[in-house]
């Protein structure tokens, strides 16, 4: 069974930090395209960033220079470091895996498997 486990969201301040980790079993974790994915009320889901079975590395514009996502195929964990946080950072975070990776990356269409979600509130 395949499972994408979310962990280290919650409340900071704007300007704070939070690293969310995602704990994936049940397929092969080093060989698939990762994502991180978030949706605040109201909106659509929207692709955070991209990491290829390689390492490669995509960001959506409003996160580039302040999150960094990374992988540790060893222990089949996807993380997302996030830095410098703004209040519209305010979502559920979604982690995600496809087969490939596919284009645009920030179409959902192209996972197959999603976490739960967990939430991350900024507060101004």
Same mark, same amino acid.
């Given at each position: 069974?395949?499972?994408? @486990?979310?962990?280290?969201?919650?409340? @900071?301040?704007?300007?704070?930090?939070?690293?969310l980790? *995602?704990?994936? +079993?049940?397929?092969?974790?080093? +060989?698939? *395209?990762?994502?991180?994915?978030?949706?605040?009320?109201?909106?659509?889901?929207? #692709? @955070?960033?991209?990491?290829? +079975? #390689? $390492?490669?590395?995509?960001?959506?514009d409003? @996160?580039? $220079?302040?999150?960094?996502? +990374?992988?540790?195929?060893?222990k089949?964990?996807?993380?997302?470091?996030?830095?410098?946080?703004?209040?519209?950072?305010?979502?559920?975070?979604? *982690?995600?895996? $496809? $087969?490939?990776? #596919?284009?645009? /990356?920030?179409?959902?269409? /192209?996972?197959?498997? /999603?976490?739960?979600?967990?939430?991350?509130?900024?507060?101004?």
């Amino acid at each position: 069974e395949v499972q994408l @486990v979310e962990s280290g969201g919650g409340l @900071v301040q704007a300007g704070g930090s939070l690293r969310l980790s *995602c704990a994936a +079993s049940g397929f092969t974790f080093s +060989s698939y *395209c990762m994502g991180w994915f978030r949706q605040a009320p109201g909106e659509q889901r929207q #692709g @955070v960033a991209l990491i290829g +079975s #390689g $390492g490669s590395t995509r960001y959506a514009d409003s @996160v580039k $220079g302040r999150f960094t996502i +990374s992988k540790d195929n060893a222990k089949n964990t996807l993380y997302l470091q996030m830095n410098s946080l703004e209040p519209e950072d305010t979502a559920s975070y979604y *982690c995600a895996a $496809g $087969g490939f990776c #596919g284009m645009p /990356w920030y179409e959902t269409r /192209w996972y197959n498997y /999603w976490g739960q979600g967990i939430q991350v509130t900024v507060s101004s």
